[in-house]
Structure formats: C-alpha cells, structure tokens
C-alpha cells in the first residue's frame, strides 16, 4: 500500500509541477512564483520516482535471490 501511495504522489508531483511550469513560462509573471513552485514540483517528483525505481529494482533483485534458494 505505502508504494501505491508514493506513486500517486509521484504522478501528483510530476503533472502538477509540468502544469506549473509550462503555465509560468508561458505567462508573464514579474516575480516568477509559477515556475519556481512548478520546479519545485516537478523535482519533488523526479525525486520520488527514482527513490520507487530504486527500490522495485531492490525488491525484484530479493525476489529473484528468495526463487534460486
């Protein structure tokens, strides 16, 4: 359950900060709240995926080890 969880999360982050930012760049905000927040985001994001990545390839490599002994 808690990776279903991070990876709602994940999606949330990455779409909500792309959003953010493609908005930001495309508008003319003086002080740039947009895409510092959609940056934000979006790292928050990229950050939580590859924590995910790295521990499926963990998982899988357990598993793999649990099936040969």
Known sequence: MPGLI?????LTFLLTGG???????LGR?????????GAALLSVG?????????????????LAKYREG
């Open 6 to 10: 991070s990876i709602a999360f994940a």
């Open 46 to 62: 990229v950050v939580i995926s590859v924590l995910l990545l790295r521990d499926w390839i963990k998982w899988k490599r357990e």
């Open 19 to 25: 959003l953010l930012l493609h908005d930001g760049v």
């Open 29 to 37: 905000d003086r002080m740039q709240m947009e895409i510092i927040a």
